[in-house]
């Protein structure tokens, strides 16, 4: 029997449902089928990985192959004696292995081989440093080698232990220690710090580490007992008179050519040396030279001699005079002023300025006349306040409480005090009497006797308290009649007179006593009134015998219409182009601003200059004055300004602050200002505080007086060598006003000076009171007018005069205007009158008391009538007999018809009593009242 045939199935070459295929080669692996039985060795093919991969997968399955590189590079470790590791042999971590270097190294390169060095010293360092020596190995690549050695510079070596010795010539080291003059000596190779310096002269004189004291100059070595610095610190020359080691404490210090003194052992001279001794340029320029310390050279200082103040280190000085101490001090203090010299630099600018409240300065030549108005003083007499005018006869500050009130109508004053004023109640009433052609009299004037003021006839009989009265005439008297009455008494302030009674066609009209005029035949007078002439209660001229208020004020009395009365002005002389200021029936204020003159101000203002007014009761004295940094001022015209740096503030602080004055003396050139020391002390420095140098019995040379001063921003002054006798004076711009001994000065400053918000308005600046801050202020300038305010511009307006606007342009100024449909526009509120039927309610009222008046008179005269009856006198012959006692004379009808119309129209001449006409009938009413009394 033939057995079975075995059959066999390659299944990584075969076909088949169990074969690899392309399982193994897609992976780039090898197929294997160890088993090939068709029956039994199914499924049993593996995938092998390719060389020098390795690695067999797990039946049908792909190999996980890996790749140990040192199987191809372990060649380059072993060439160099190391060991190739892969640490990581997956296929894909390619490239990372490395070279290990044999123990003890411990190194190690990736792709290359290992820096295998080894420093031996590492481990065996400490057997060298427990000897105090280091350990060295020459080559790290080769073991066994390392040694130790001796510290450099010491020479010694051991191999693989410390050296047995160290050596070393210390004088390698040291040998530059010694100096000139010595050797070095190192006696022990073997020991260190014993090496000697050894003077070369003397082998015995050595010192150990350190130079030898061969010689010792104590002026130039250091050592104990040493000069070090002691010459050299004051400016002197150092000698070591014996300069052997064993010659000590011997030096001297000598003071420097030309200064001399005995020399002192170890310690510095005191030397003296003037440099002034050797002055050939202070003396040439007639100055003093001053040396202020002896002990330093270069700081002699030429300095001006009195009474000129400069000073200059090194070089002649540039004097300045002080004109005050020359020219201005005697005169001012003589006159109780101060005297300034603002620009030392120039001459004859010395000004005496009046001590405060009062103004004024005078320039360079006599004291100023200083102005003292009390009446414009603050607070002002109470003259204003009252309604009456203050006056001041003598207005300077050395007679003063001596101004008064005096009443606007008269001359009644009262000194100090607000006057007791008469009252004429003729001013108010005098139309009631004048409108009836009869005279108002006022016998009792005094302020507590009103509404005694009466009307009395000037050519009939009567009079009547507080209303005209009803005049009786004569019946064959032409003026008994109404209607011709009527034509005088109608043309207003005229009465009618009839010169020969019984005559028909003769009467007159004649204008009453207060006015100037031609008598109308049988019509009215032609009357004017002048009140700057006439004598009158309410005109200028209040007696024959004295000037008119006007005129006894230094004024002009104008009358601008003669057919009114109360109109008449006091008026202030013209300044310029500019009417003076006027005021209504008393003196005006005639001080007067002439910076507020338009062509002034004008001169001032075209080139950049501020007006000042330094008095406004004198004339011609305005300025124009430079604008700060400017300097410089010209009296009625413009000024030559040149540029003063010292008021710049920085200058003025740098200086000030120092307590010192700021000069520049070329104004023509810029950062030449200098702080000078105030004299006697002398200084100066050029933008800087001066270092000030006092003479010896100068007590401003004490710093404690001089702050006293500072303090208070003044400088201090020392006139003698009196103690005690020092005192502070003010720094410009403030002026000395008192001074005190031994503490701050009282200043006054100028507000108006430098201040240029008035001019920048238009306006000009005044300041009441230098001795009170904040207190200036602007005043509008000519036509202008406003209320000033203190520190501000004032509100200026053109004046509204209400007498010449129309109705439309009085309505557009109701706040100072009325309009009165009678009389027009005027100041104030309106009255009634003009169309207004209701406005003469009061008319009806006067009527009345008119009728009750004339009852009254008729009954009184029927009464005197029969009381001349019963006395056998009529009454022809009581005018006869009144005219004879005032003529004192005998006379006819005709002579005293004459007498009595010269009397009554021509007026008073004017040596008269005010109003001959009142004064006759006065006295006619005082006889009938004795010739009474007697019966």
């Known amino acids: 029997m033939q057995a079975a045939a075995v059959c066999e199935l390659d299944e990584c070459t075969a076909q088949c449902a169990t074969c690899a295929g392309w399982t193994c080669s897609d992976a780039g692996q090898e197929c294997r089928d160890a088993d090939k039985d068709a029956v039994t060795g199914l499924n049993t093919w593996v995938c092998v990985c390719a060389a020098p991969r390795v690695g067999v997968s797990a039946p049908t399955k792909v190999a996980v192959c890996t790749l140990d590189e040192c199987l191809s590079h372990a060649g380059t470790c072993t060439a160099a004696g190391q060991t190739c590791f892969d640490p990581d042999i997956a296929v894909a971590a390619l490239g990372d292995w490395e070279c290990r270097c044999a123990p003890p190294a411990a190194q190690s390169a990736t792709g290359q081989a290992a820096d295998c060095s080894h420093d031996e010293c590492g481990p065996n360092g400490a057997t060298c440093a427990a000897a105090g020596q280091d350990c060295v190995d020459g080559d790290h690549r080769t073991l066994g080698d390392w040694t130790c050695q001796c510290h450099s510079p010491w020479d010694g070596v051991g191999k693989q232990a410390p050296a047995s010795m160290c050596t070393h010539d210390e004088c390698e080291s040291f040998g530059a220690v010694c100096p000139d003059g010595q050797d070095c000596a190192d006696g022990s190779h073997e020991d260190a710090g014993d090496w000697a310096c050894v003077c070369k002269n003397d082998a015995a004189v050595n010192a150990t580490g350190a130079p030898a004291l061969c010689e010792v100059d104590e002026c130039a070595d250091a050592c104990a007992t040493c000069a070090g610095s002691t010459c050299d610190d004051a400016g002197q020359t150092c000698t070591d008179m014996d300069t052997k080691a064993a010659s000590l404490r011997d030096w001297v210090c000598a003071c420097p050519p030309p200064t001399s003194a005995v020399p002192a052992v170890t310690s510095a001279q005191h030397c003296f040396y003037d440099e002034c001794d050797d002055d050939a340029v202070c003396g040439a320029a007639g100055q003093e030279c001053v040396d202020g310390n002896w002990n330093v050279n270069g700081d002699w200082a030429c300095r001006c001699r009195h009474p000129e103040t400069g000073n200059a280190t ?312 430079c604008v700060a940094p400017m300097t410089g001022f010209a009296v009625a015209s413009s000024a030559s300004c040149a540029t003063d740096e010292c008021l710049l503030d920085v200058a003025k602080a740098t200086c000030g602050d120092a307590g010192q004055r700021c000069i520049d003396a070329s104004k023509a050139t810029s950062d030449d200002w200098q702080c000078v020391c105030h004299y006697p002390a002398v200084g100066q420095a050029v933008q800087q505080p001066a270092a000030c140098t006092y003479p010896a019995t100068d007590e401003c040379g004490d710093a404690g007086n001089r702050a006293v001063c500072a303090a208070a921003g003044q400088i201090c002054h020392d006139d003698s060598a009196e103690v005690g006798n020092w005192h502070c004076t003010c720094t410009a711009p403030t002026f000395t006003t008192a001074t005190h001994p031994r503490a701050a000065a009282e200043c006054g400053v100028d507000e108006c000076v430098g201040n240029t918000v008035c001019s920048a308005g238009g306006q000009v600046c005044r300041d009441n009171d230098t001795t009170v801050e904040g207190d200036w202020m602007c005043r509008c300038v000519a036509p202008e007018e406003g209320d000033a305010v203190a520190g501000a511009l004032a509100e200026c307006a053109v004046p509204v005069d209400c007498a010449v606007l129309a109705e439309s342009e009085c309505l557009a100024h109701t706040d100072i205007c009325a309009w009165n449909n009678g009389t027009g526009c005027a100041f104030g509120a309106a009255v009634l009158g003009g169309d207004d039927d209701g406005g003469c309610w009061w008319c009806w009222i006067l009527v009345l008391l008119l009728v009750l008046c004339c009852c009254c008179c008729i009954v009184a005269v029927l009464f005197l009538m029969r009381v001349r009856k019963a006395a056998g006198e009529t009454e022809d012959s009581k005018w006869t007999a009144h005219f004879e006692y005032e003529a004192g004379k005998e006379m006819d009808e005709k002579e005293r018809s004459e007498f009595s119309r010269s009397c009554l129209s021509e007026g008073p001449p004017d040596s008269a009593a005010p109003s001959l006409a009142a004064s006759l009938l006065f006295d006619y009413e005082h006889e009938e009242r004795e010739a009474l009394s007697e019966l």
Not at 611 to 618: G, H
Request: glycine share 8%; net charge negative.
């Open 314 to 625: 090194g070089a002649a000085a540039a004097c300045a005079l002080d004109e005050c101490e020359t020219l201005g001090k005697t005169t001012c203090e003589a006159a109780g002023q101060t005297c300034e010299d603002a620009d030392a630099a120039q001459s004859n600018d010395w000004v005496c300025r009046c001590p405060s409240p009062s103004v004024n300065f005078g320039i360079t030549a006599p004291a100023a006349t200083c102005a003292l108005d009390e009446c414009q003083a603050v607070p002002a007499p109470p003259c204003v306040a009252a309604g009456q005018l203050c006056v001041d006869p003598a207005p300077s500050p050395t007679s003063t409480d001596d101004w008064w009130c005096q009443c606007p109508l008269d001359a009644t004053r009262e000194f100090g005090a607000v006057a007791a004023c008469p009252v004429d109640e003729c001013a108010e009433h005098a139309a009631v009497c004048t409108a009836h052609g009869q005279l108002c009299t006022d016998t009792n004037r005094s302020p507590g006797a009103l509404g005694d003021w009466a009307c009395e006839c000037v050519s009939g009989v009567g009079s009547q308290v507080a209303a005209p009265a009803a005049c009786t005439y004569p019946a064959d008297d032409e003026c008994s009649e109404p209607s011709i009455r009527n034509v005088c008494t109608d043309a207003g302030s005229q009465y009618c007179i009839d010169p020969v009674p019984g005559v028909d066609g003769n009467w007159e009209c004649h204008c009453l006593t207060l006015n100037a005029g031609v008598a109308g035949l049988m019509a009215p007078a032609a009357c004017v009134l002048n009140e700057c002439v006439a004598v009158c209660p309410t005109c200028a001229r209040r007696a024959n015998d004295a000037a008119n208020v006007c005129a006894a004020a230094g004024q002009t009395c104008r009358d601008p219409n003669v057919d009114s009365t109360g109109d008449w002005v006091c008026a202030c002389a013209s300044v310029g182009d500019m009417e003076g200021a006027t005021a209504p029936t008393g003196p005006a204020d005639c001080s007067f601003d002439e910076c507020t003159v338009p062509a002034n101000a004008a001169v001032c203002a075209t080139v950049g200059q501020a007006c000042v007014d330094a008095s406004e009761s004198t004339r011609n004295d305005w300025r124009c004055t």
